[in-house]
């Protein structure tokens, strides 16, 4: 049995999953119904509350109502942004990127359990990104780079299978491809020493200001959450 942990995740319900499903919301009381999971049971989590304390809560939940050296397997959809701390090129970790760390970190502590970790990119064919990608003209992205870190809902789809199918252990799934940032949007400026500007961190906040007044432009400026994903060369 396939259970889906955050149903409502615009990306799993972009998924065709040829399962027996049974699908929970990703509030902690949705979880709480259930005391215990059957020892068999693949376990696949989708989505991750609005901040770190909720999502650690999540979490220590539905390890909780796991047994200890159980079958259960559990498959966790993270996303590169769980790494951009660790950037070569910009270390920023915004509160999304903290969000999946974090869940990485707690699952990461269960040494007794199968755990697959899917590290996607960004999904440019539903929910936000393709409101981003649809309503922008232009976007400004700092020049030397190319390229931008992306997935497919059947990408994520195929990680999944794989990740319900894993032998003991933990395993970490990178999907994220390099695509052409020019075939994404309608028109790319790559723009010499802007990449500098995100580097000082006291221009963060005016830089998420300068980004909501682009949107109105249907200008794209990358938030500073996000710029690691497009420094792909």
Request: proline share 5%; with cysteine; glycine share 6%.
């Amino acid at each position: 049995m396939l259970y889906i942990i955050g149903a409502n995740s615009r990306l799993y319900r972009s998924l065709n999953l040829e399962n027996r499903i049974i699908e929970l919301s990703v509030r902690i009381n949705s979880v709480k119904q259930i005391t215990t999971f059957p020892e068999d049971a693949a376990i696949v989590i989708f989505s991750d509350p609005g901040d770190a304390i909720i999502t650690s809560a999540i979490l220590i939940s539905i390890l909780s109502c796991i047994p200890y050296k159980s079958n259960c397997k559990i498959v966790f959809i993270s996303s590169i942004s769980a790494q951009f701390y660790q950037s070569p090129h910009c270390p920023i970790e915004g509160g999304y990127a903290r969000r999946k760390r974090v869940a990485e970190e707690i699952l990461a502590s269960r040494k007794d359990l199968t755990i697959t970790i899917i590290r996607a990119g960004n999904v440019f064919s539903h929910g936000g990104w393709k409101m981003i990608q649809e309503r922008s003209t232009i976007a400004i992205l700092p020049r030397g780079f190319n390229k931008t870190a992306a997935s497919t809902p059947q990408e994520v789809a195929d990680a999944i299978s794989e990740g319900v199918s894993q032998e003991f252990g933990h395993h970490y799934l990178n999907i994220a491809r390099g695509v052409d940032t020019s075939t994404i949007f309608k028109r790319v400026v790559f723009t010499p020493g802007i990449l500098s500007v995100y580097r000082v961190k006291w221009a963060r906040t005016p830089l998420k200001a300068l980004t909501r007044i682009f949107r109105v432009m249907k200008i794209y400026l990358p938030s500073p959450d996000d710029i690691n994903s497009f420094l792909v060369k």
